[in-house]
């Protein structure tokens, strides 16, 4: 079975500080695992994903977001926030190709909120 | 705009009632899936089709089932309905059958309130 933890519902920072989402996961299988982003009154879109290969995954608006094994580890990352990054960021695992453990397991979700 | 789309945006209706949600997954997609997301349960994967098939299933009840038509588009139907039920139904479609490499579009959602 898989499953996240999202520290942190709400997160504010300012505009062009660093965001830092955090995010810990449990695994029996080697797993893979996802950022979305849901901006207010739409679905949710990819940001990144690991299938373990390069640790450090790099994916859309400036966002990267490294794989710690020893840290059971997701955290997400992006240098300099924009008012625009405001949105509900969920963090996702699954047991990758393992038949019977591919589903999406969500977190919580955590809302950031970037201040002028 | 992910290319997936959802009918009707909003839905009201009342304890004991039955509703058909749909979706159209963007073209060349097979599969499709389905998820519900409350402030109780937070986001869940309910039950996914692949090519008309059922593919995986989730913590999907039993007063709730499914199923992906030849053209692809799918249906979700939630029967004698319950105040918990009252929720945002995502769909999502991926080319292929695996839910972890391929890519999953999420459609806007259907807004559902039980009354």
């Known amino acids: 079975a898989q499953s996240v933890t999202q520290l942190g519902s709400h997160v504010s920072v300012s505009e062009g500080a660093l965001v830092l989402l955090r995010c810990n996961y449990s695994?029996?299988?080697?797993?893979?695992l996802f950022w979305y982003v849901q901006y207010p009154n739409q679905g949710l879109q990819l940001l990144l994903k690991y299938t373990s290969a390069a640790t450090l995954v790099k994916g859309i608006n400036g966002f990267e977001a490294e794989f710690k094994k020893s840290e059971t580890s997701f955290h997400l990352t992006k240098p300099s926030a924009h008012m625009s990054d405001a949105a509900e960021y969920f963090c996702?695992?699954?047991?990758?190709?393992?038949?019977?453990?591919?589903?999406?397991?969500f977190g919580t979700g955590t809302r950031l909120t970037i201040i002028p | 705009d992910s290319g997936v789309t959802q009918t009707p945006k909003h839905l009201i209706t009342a304890t004991g009632q039955r509703v058909t949600l749909r979706c159209s997954p963007r073209?060349?997609?097979?599969?499709v899936y389905w998820y519900q997301q409350s402030l109780d349960q937070g986001l869940q994967f309910l039950i996914q089709?692949?090519?008309?098939?059922?593919?995986a299933k989730g913590n999907i009840l039993e007063r709730f089932s499914a199923q992906q038509f030849p053209d692809l588009h799918s249906e979700l139907n939630l029967s004698s309905l319950e105040l918990g039920d009252s929720a945002l139904y995502f769909c999502a479609s991926s080319v292929g059958l695996l839910a972890a490499t391929d890519t999953q579009y999420f459609g806007p959602g259907t807004r559902l309130t039980v009354l």
């Open positions: 089709y692949y090519n008309g098939e059922e593919r």
């Open positions: 996702a695992v699954s047991g990758g190709t393992n038949f019977g453990n591919e589903k999406l397991t």
């Open positions: 073209s060349g997609d097979l599969s």
């Open positions: 695994s029996s299988v080697p797993p893979y």
